[in-house]
């Protein structure tokens, strides 16, 4: 004997699968964008931080004579400069991200060699645009590159 199945109301289902596709879809579009979003934001900040850190650690650790410039000079010191060349080497990870960066190195908030400071500082800024999700972000967040700084201050330590 031959059985047939009836279906009841088939007709009516038919399709409805990718009506509740065409409405979930843009849910879970952000429910993936938005973490890998701020994960990469996240990422860059910290990428920043342990540069600016690693700078201000050279900086801090530099001996009084490398500090101090010789009398009757008045140019930029080669330790502030290293210590700027750190922290855009510890950048090199995040650098094709970039559309700008600033490295700062300052000794009690100016510039280097004129005393024995306190404290060093470097700072490092970024903007960084989001390549990957640009145009899905954009709608959100702006148009303008992001905006991180991240700075560290410590004590010179040849005091």
């Known amino acids: 004997m031959r059985q047939t199945k009836v279906r009841i109301g088939g007709r009516a289902e038919k399709g409805s699968i990718a009506v509740e596709t065409i409405f979930c879809l843009p849910i879970l579009i952000l429910f993936l964008v938005v973490p890998l979003f701020f994960a990469r934001v996240f990422w860059y900040y910290s990428v920043a931080q342990k540069a600016a850190h690693d700078g201000a650690r050279f900086l801090a650790s530099a001996p009084q004579f490398e500090i101090m410039p010789p009398a009757g000079g008045g140019a ?14 510890e950048l090199s990870d995040i650098r094709p991200a970039l559309e700008r960066y600033t490295i700062t190195a300052l000794c009690d908030l100016d510039a ?37 700084e ?10």
Do not use: H, W
């Not at 330790?79 to 080497?89: C, D, M, Q, Y």
């Not at 490092?124 to 145009?135: A, S």
């Not at 991240?150 to 005091?159: F, I, K, L, P």
């Open 76 to 89: 930029r010191l080669p330790v502030a400069t290293l210590a700027e060349a750190i922290a855009l080497e």
């Open 112 to 148: 280097c060699g004129f005393e024995v400071p306190n404290t060093v500082r470097v700072s490092v800024r970024l903007k960084v645009r989001d390549e990957i999700f640009g145009p899905f972000t954009n709608q959100y967040f702006g148009e303008e590159a992001l905006s991180l």
């Open 150 to 159: 991240a700075r560290v201050t410590m004590r010179y330590a040849g005091n």
